[in-house]
């Protein structure tokens, strides 16, 4: 009885780690770029921009016009994000997107 009640908890917490995930939001933030800006082979100029994350997918809107989608993927870190922010690669081009009291950040696919 014991072996068939362990089994019984351990498929539900597999099942629950692997739909879990499939709920997270999207996060929607306001970001301002002081500067131009490269991402995902696009220039951005500096300006207020809205972007959405989803679990694969970034877009980046000014004036509720789509100017950049791109694709990505997520990658945990050991501790929670201080600010919202981003990375740059050795070419100048953003390659991951930081965003407060997340213990993960954005990484922008190709970069």
Do not use: C
């Not at 351990?10 to 995930?21: E, G, K, R, S």
């Not at 981003?86 to 009291?101: A, K, P, R, V």
């Amino acid at each position: 009885m014991h072996s068939r009640y362990l089994k019984f908890v351990v498929t539900v917490l597999a099942v629950m780690a692997l739909v879990i995930p499939a709920f997270a939001k999207d996060i929607n933030k306001t970001i301002s770029l002081p500067d131009q800006t490269k991402i995902a082979g696009k220039t951005l100029k500096g300006g207020d921009y809205s972007i959405k994350v989803s679990e694969t997918k970034l877009t980046i809107a000014m004036n509720n016009k789509v100017v950049v989608e791109a694709a990505g993927r997520w990658e945990p870190r050991d501790k929670k994000v201080a600010a919202d922010g981003f990375s740059t690669g050795s070419d100048g081009q953003i390659s991951e997107i930081h965003f407060s009291g997340e213990n993960r950040v954005f990484l922008v696919a190709g970069q």
